[in-house]
């Protein structure tokens, strides 16, 4: 059973950064590739970045939020991050970790979530 656990998420004002974290155990964290979503109020769960398998070579993302948010992943501690600058009130959701997609960019195809983290950005 693979278990994931956000933290990093709080308040912080527009244009400020935040640092997320999700700490996965259960399996070999260095095969699977991660990725982060988000859901707002009145939304549907969206995608934000992925990150590809064995060190991260490759990464994706969101088009709200290139060149603003960093993903990353340290294999040695099972770990996978989001790092966010420039913050818009628009970026205010519950983040999400999740592993094991078939499709990147669709929420419906991953089989591990983690419980999700609070991001509020204020203007």
């Known amino acids: 059973q693979v278990h994931l656990v956000e933290s990093g998420g709080g308040l912080v004002q527009a244009g400020g950064s935040l640092r997320l974290s999700c700490a996965a155990s259960g399996r070999t964290f260095s095969r699977y590739g991660m990725a982060w979503f988000r859901k707002a109020p009145g939304k549907e769960r969206e995608f934000v970045a992925g990150?590809?398998?064995?060190?991260?070579?490759?990464?994706y993302y969101a088009d709200s939020v290139k060149g603003r948010f960093t993903i990353s992943r340290d294999d040695a501690k099972n770990t996978v991050y989001l790092q966010m600058s420039s913050l818009k009130p628009e970026d205010t959701a519950v983040y999400y970790c999740a592993t094991s997609g078939s499709d990147t960019y669709r929420p419906s195809t991953y089989d591990y979530w983690g419980q999700g983290t609070q991001v509020t950005v204020s203007s």
């Open positions: 990150i590809s398998n064995w060190s991260g070579v490759v990464t």
